[in-house]
């Protein structure tokens, strides 16, 4: 499958429009980072689909089994503070009382193949080009 994306610069120092499949989003940096803080990073924009996808996926076994919903999911990232680089992504389902207790490994282990995950488990290759519009 191949996906296009329109990456398009509204103005400000840092503001980016990306258009994918019918939908704009919009990030920008924090002040300190050069921005205007009027959107969320691009970095802060993968994280949240990352943690949007295993939320829903979690949410979806919960659905067919009849279980109540989670009540939150709560993401916390580890990060290497020299590097910046993500070295471990840790979600809690916080479930609802009456949640059958002997489902809770089986709950995290649906929500373990989120799509997104599964986008990333082999590093893809990046390149770019560039060229003059004429």
């Not at 019918?22 to 970095?43: N, Q, R, Y």
């Not at 994280?47 to 009849?66: E, I, M, Q």
């Not at 002997?102 to 590093?123: I, P, Y």
Request: glycine share 12%; proline share 7%; charged share 20%.
């Amino acid at each position: 499958m191949t996906t296009e994306m329109i990456i398009e610069f509204p103005g400000g120092p840092k503001r980016v429009d990306t258009h994918i499949r019918g939908f704009t989003v919009k990030t920008d940096s924090s002040i300190e980072g050069g921005g205007e803080g009027l959107a969320p990073s691009p970095g802060a924009i993968f994280l949240a689909g990352l943690g949007a996808c295993t939320a829903s996926t979690g949410r979806t076994y919960c659905r067919s089994h009849g279980f109540p919903i989670p009540e939150q999911v709560k993401a916390i990232v580890h990060s290497n503070p020299e590097t910046g680089v993500v070295e471990r992504i840790e979600f809690e389902f916080i479930v609802p009382e009456g949640f059958p207790e002997d489902h809770l490994e089986a709950l995290t282990r649906a929500a373990g193949a989120c799509d997104v995950k599964k986008m990333w488990q082999n590093v893809p290759e990046f390149s770019a080009t560039a060229r003059i519009n004429r």
